[in-house]
């Protein structure tokens, strides 16, 4: 409690170095115990200006969201609880509220009702997940059983996707064992059209929120083709389908509902804490195939929810708590507000900037992210000065931004997800950036 009320006091920025954390952290392993109360009270002295202030309204870097009140005490009391939420049997509550929350989320995320689900540790997992359940489909309906028989002599598989994907993309692809050869990476629409051929296995990678600009690709267009191609079309959205839940957003996601799955997170834009990811999927039988689990010891449940089923952890903690505590919070209304919030935010920012002498817009927020950069007064280095001046920003402690290459040029990146980021803490950020570039600039 004493961090987060000092969030608005403390820099944003961590300010211990990685060497004086270390004196301070890497002591002798003691021999005998120690009292817990002591343990705790170590280790907050020791962490002690280690700790990034990304709960803070004015971090605005890669794109990390805050803790709803709610939704930090729900995942205060799934550690008490200490249930293992694998099995129904092992944590009724926990398999209960995870139903209740996949329900919830795909209604407000506008997907099919009938779309399975699983609770993962975040995006990059859902995208495993998802397509672990893709690889199963497309063999399957090749008359190969890939669970049994793995990838060996299979018929390959086709990998189709926009050339701005996000790298858990290829991890996923990497660890599935598709191989990143067999990925094809496409810049624009004509590409897509002539890439489609029937008879290979394909799956279609979209975008919906891309990491520096926002952009969505346009879904209506493209998932009708891949469907008709027989391609499963996969979305990350890892925080761009919380636009589904904006009256005023929503239609960047036209068509996304007839992908064959979706990946997001809770611990983005819904604001739960870490740990916290979403797969769907709309061929329930595919999911379950690809990560379904029985054994002789466990007891599974015939009438309720086995996580195990759906997830590809085994023991795991009971993170739908935090999600229901999240949804409960804000109510339909509130979760639309925080995605309209987010978005005006992200856009006074941007334009804030980009307004200021030597500054220029690289790419208006599509909902609540945007990239601009810093001009070199010289006119010599302006990937030097962005970087530079990011720098700067960040040592005033005042707010935090990241950088990003984009399109071959550095530039700064603005993310807004946090619940606690306010008009003040806008203004405050655009005084501190005003006060930083009059400062490089004499
Ligand atoms: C954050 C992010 C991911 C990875 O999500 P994790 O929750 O960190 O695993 C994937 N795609 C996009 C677009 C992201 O922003």
């Known amino acids: 409690m004493?961090?987060?009320?000092?969030?608005?006091h403390r820099p944003v920025d961590a300010i211990a170095d990685a060497a004086t954390l270390r004196l301070r952290l890497a002591i002798q392993l003691n021999d005998e115990n120690?009292?817990?109360?002591?343990?705790?009270?170590?280790?907050?002295?020791?962490?002690?200006?280690?700790i990034l202030g990304s709960a803070s309204g004015r971090f605005f870097g890669w794109v990390i969201?805050?803790?709803?009140?709610?939704?930090?005490?729900?995942?205060?009391?799934?550690?008490?609880?200490?249930?293992?939420?694998?099995?129904?049997?092992?944590?009724?509550?926990?398999?209960?509220?995870?139903?209740?929350a996949g329900a919830w989320l795909k209604d407000i995320l506008g997907l099919p009702q009938h779309a399975s689900f699983a609770l993962v540790s975040g995006c990059q997992m859902a995208h495993v997940t998802s397509l672990a359940a893709a690889r199963h489909a497309l063999l399957a309906k090749r008359g190969w059983d890939v669970e049994e028989k793995g990838l060996y002599g299979a018929p390959p598989i086709r990998i189709i996707s926009s050339n701005q994907r996000h790298g858990s993309i290829d991890r996923a692809v990497r660890l599935l064992g598709f191989g990143s050869s067999h990925v094809t990476y496409l810049t624009d629409i004509a590409e897509f059209e002539s890439a489609l051929d029937t008879s290979t296995p394909t799956i279609v990678l979209?975008?919906?929120?891309?990491?520096?600009?926002?952009?969505?690709?346009?879904?209506?267009?493209?998932?009708?083709?891949?469907?008709?191609?027989?391609?499963?079309?996969?979305?990350d959205?890892?925080?761009?389908?919380?636009?589904?839940?904006?009256?005023?957003?929503?239609?960047?996601?036209?068509?996304?509902?007839?992908?064959?799955?979706?990946?997001t997170d809770g611990h983005k834009w819904l604001n739960t804490p870490f740990d916290c990811g979403y797969a769907f999927i709309a061929d329930p039988e595919a999911?379950?195939?690809?990560?379904?689990?029985?054994?002789?010891?466990?007891?599974?449940?015939?009438?309720?929810?086995?996580?195990?089923?759906?997830?590809?952890?085994?023991?795991?903690?009971?993170?739908?708590?935090?999600?229901y505590a999240a949804l409960r919070q804000l109510g339909?209304?509130?979760?639309?507000?925080?995605?309209?919030?987010?978005?005006?935010?992200?856009?006074?920012?941007?334009?804030?900037?980009?307004?200021?002498?030597?500054?220029?817009?690289?790419?208006?927020?599509?909902?609540?992210?945007?990239?601009?950069?810093?001009?070199?007064?010289?006119?010599?280095?302006?990937?030097?000065?962005?970087?530079?001046?990011?720098?700067?920003?960040?040592?005033t402690g005042e707010a935090f931004f990241t950088g990003t290459t984009w399109k071959g040029f550095r530039a700064m990146r603005v993310s807004v997800c946090n619940w606690r980021t306010s008009q003040a803490d806008v203004e405050r950020t655009l005084d501190c950036i005003k006060g930083v570039l009059e400062c490089q600039s004499t």
């Not at 004493?2 to 608005?8: I, M, N, Q, S």
């Not at 975008?207 to 952009?215: M, R």
């Not at 009256?247 to 064959?260: K, N, Q, T």
Request: with cysteine; glycine share 8%.
């Open 237 to 263: 959205a890892a925080f761009g389908l919380w636009a589904a839940a904006s009256p005023r957003y929503r239609h960047l996601l036209g068509g996304a509902e007839l992908a064959d799955s979706w990946a």
């Open 34 to 50: 120690i009292e817990p109360d002591r343990v705790i009270k170590d280790l907050v002295d020791a962490v002690d200006g280690g």
């Open 206 to 235: 979209l975008q919906a929120g891309d990491i520096n600009t926002g952009y969505f690709d346009s879904f209506a267009t493209l998932i009708p083709k891949a469907k008709q191609a027989g391609a499963w079309v996969h979305i």
């Open 287 to 323: 999911h379950r195939a690809a990560v379904s689990h029985r054994a002789a010891y466990l007891t599974h449940a015939d009438d309720a929810r086995d996580q195990i089923d759906w997830n590809p952890d085994w023991s795991r903690r009971a993170r739908g708590f935090s999600t």
């Open 332 to 395: 339909r209304k509130g979760v639309a507000d925080l995605v309209d919030r987010c978005c005006a935010h992200a856009r006074s920012i941007v334009m804030g900037i980009s307004d200021m002498p030597g500054a220029e817009l690289v790419s208006e927020p599509v909902i609540n992210q945007g990239i601009f950069r810093f001009l070199d007064p010289a006119g010599i280095d302006h990937d030097r000065r962005t970087d530079q001046i990011i720098a700067a920003i960040n040592r």
């Open 2 to 8: 004493a961090h987060l009320d000092g969030l608005d």
């Open 65 to 100: 969201g805050g803790a709803l009140p709610a939704a930090l005490a729900a995942d205060w009391l799934a550690a008490a609880w200490d249930n293992n939420a694998t099995l129904y049997a092992s944590g009724p509550a926990a398999a209960v509220v995870e139903e209740v």
